[in-house]
């Protein structure tokens, strides 16, 4: 089985900056495409941003404020997030893909249980 653990949420204070990390198990790590999808309640899940092999790519509601990375070596993925708005509360997701994954939910094969992200104004 392949599990994605996240961490790093917490509450601040719009302005702030907060870094949210993902571990994944297995072997496979350096061969998934890695994403970051958010949930706030009665909404749906948005995608936020997704990083596969040299590529890097963002939803327009958060570009220029947040950064994904990832160490292949850690199997880890991380979201850098800046300059939070009280419109970025949210459940931050960590996910996996087999193949090629972009930036819908149903391409995306492994999630973690998610992080909870608070920003007050």
């Known amino acids: 089985q392949v599990q994605l653990v996240e961490s790093g949420g917490g509450l601040v204070q719009a302005g702030d900056s907060l870094r949210l990390s993902c571990v994944v198990s297995?072997?496979?790590?350096?061969?998934?495409?890695m994403a970051w999808f958010r949930r706030a309640p009665g909404k749906d899940r948005e995608f936020v941003a997704r990083?596969?092999?040299?590529?890097?790519y963002y939803g327009d509601s958060v570009k220029g404020r947040f950064t994904i990375s990832r160490d292949n070596a850690k199997n880890t993925v991380y979201l850098q997030m800046n300059s939070l708005k009280a419109e970025d509360t949210a459940v931050y997701y960590c996910?996996?893909?087999?193949?090629?994954?972009?930036?819908?939910?149903?391409?995306?094969?492994?999630w973690g249980q998610g992080t909870q992200v608070t920003v007050s104004s």
């Open positions: 996910a996996a893909a087999d193949g090629l994954g972009w930036r819908f939910s149903y391409e995306y094969n492994y």
């Open positions: 297995g072997r496979a790590f350096s061969r998934y495409a």
């Open positions: 990083t596969r092999d040299a590529d890097s």
